[in-house]
C-alpha cells in the first residue's frame, strides 16, 4: 500500500502546474506522478511544472531509476519542470541527471520560492 500523498492545482495568475507529494514513493508512484502531471498540465495548456518533493521518502532502489527513467522521460519531455527537493537530494540528483540525458528540461531547488521564480522567468 502506498503511503503518498499528492495535490495538484493550476495557478492562472501564473499558468504554473503546481503539485506537493508527501510520503513514501516507490518506482511506479514515481512514474504515476508525472503521467499526472502531464494530463493535468495539457488539460490546462501549460508547459510548465512546479513540483514540491520536499517531504518525499524514496523506497526504491538507486538502479531501479535506469528501469524507470525512459517513462517519466516521455511525460515530462514537452514541459519545463521545476523541483523542489530540499537539502536531501541525492536520489534527486539521479533522477535529474538521467532526466538531462533523455533531454528533459527541468532543475532540482532547494526552496520553493526559487523554483517558482525561475518557471515564471522563463
Known amino acids: 500500500m502506498s503511503t503518498l500523498s499528492t495535490s495538484i492545482t493550476y495557478d492562472d495568475t501564473t499558468s504554473l502546474i503546481l503539485m506537493t507529494l508527501r510520503g513514501c514513493i516507490s518506482a511506479d508512484d514515481v512514474v504515476s506522478v508525472y503521467r499526472i502531471a502531464n494530463d493535468y498540465a495539457k ?6 511544472i512546479l513540483i514540491d518533493l520536499s517531504e518525499v521518502e524514496h523506497r526504491f532502489a538507486a538502479i531501479d531509476i535506469v528501469d ?9 519531455r514537452d514541459f519545463t519542470i521545476a523541483r523542489v527537493v530540499g ?7 539521479l533522477i535529474l541527471q538521467k532526466a538531462k540525458r533523455y533531454n528533459v528540461n527541468a532543475e532540482n531547488f532547494e526552496c520553493f520560492k526559487t523554483a517558482k521564480q525561475w518557471l515564471c522567468n522563463l
Open 68 to 76: 524507470f527513467m525512459p517513462k517519466v522521460a516521455h511525460y515530462m
Open 43 to 48: 488539460a490546462h495548456n501549460s508547459s510548465k
Open 87 to 93: 537539502f536531501e537530494g541525492y536520489m534527486h540528483d
